[in-house]
């Protein structure tokens, strides 16, 4: 058995050009800041930059994991539950497990937030969202996020989308 003390990783600084960002510039793109497997599989982070009166993801609830959502700059209209919330810059939108949920730009001007991830995996469901060329079908959609354990509702996203004049 080794008595050594396992010795901690390398300090690392992330600079704001880095990272990994996909999707399209006149949506919702996504910069991969730290990946689950960067820490132990604890949390992901990833940026979202949002198009104006851009919808990030369908209308979905998640078994696994907690979403923090940390805004940046911008105004962001969420769905929580039942409830419907705008967060602005500083706020932190908490959408836990097996709760339904989605969120949007708000405004007419660009908007980002940190996304917080805990525990780690949804993150690469982002990375495939953001690799298509078109957006998914419905059966595309559903079949891609169940390894995720992942639902997403079609019909709640339409309502959403038409209530508040958004794209996706």
């Known amino acids: 058995m080794n008595d050594r003390p396992v010795a901690p990783s390398a300090p690392r600084i992330l600079r704001a050009a880095d990272g990994v960002v996909m999707g399209d510039p006149a949506g919702v793109?996504?910069?991969f800041l730290i990946d689950g497997e960067d820490a132990g599989g604890r949390f992901a982070l990833v940026q979202h930059l949002f198009a104006p009166r851009t919808l990030a993801a369908p209308l979905h609830r998640h078994h696994r994991e907690d979403e923090?959502?940390?805004v940046l700059f911008g105004r962001i209209g969420a769905v929580l539950g039942d409830d419907e919330v705008v967060a602005e810059p500083g706020d932190l939108v908490f959408k836990p497990r097996n709760q339904w949920h989605t969120f949007w730009n708000a405004g007419d001007e660009p908007a980002a937030v940190l996304e917080l991830?805990?525990?780690a995996g949804l993150e690469q469901f982002f990375r495939w969202l953001g690799s298509l060329e078109e957006p998914p079908t419905p059966e595309e959609l559903a079949d891609m996020a169940a390894p995720y354990q992942c639902d997403a509702d079609p019909?709640?996203?339409q309502r959403i989308l038409?209530?508040?004049?958004?794209t996706f």
Request: no cysteine.
């Open 155 to 157: 019909d709640g996203t």
């Open 68 to 70: 923090y959502t940390y």
């Open 29 to 31: 793109r996504d910069r």
């Open 162 to 166: 038409e209530r508040h004049g958004l």
């Open 117 to 119: 991830i805990s525990p």
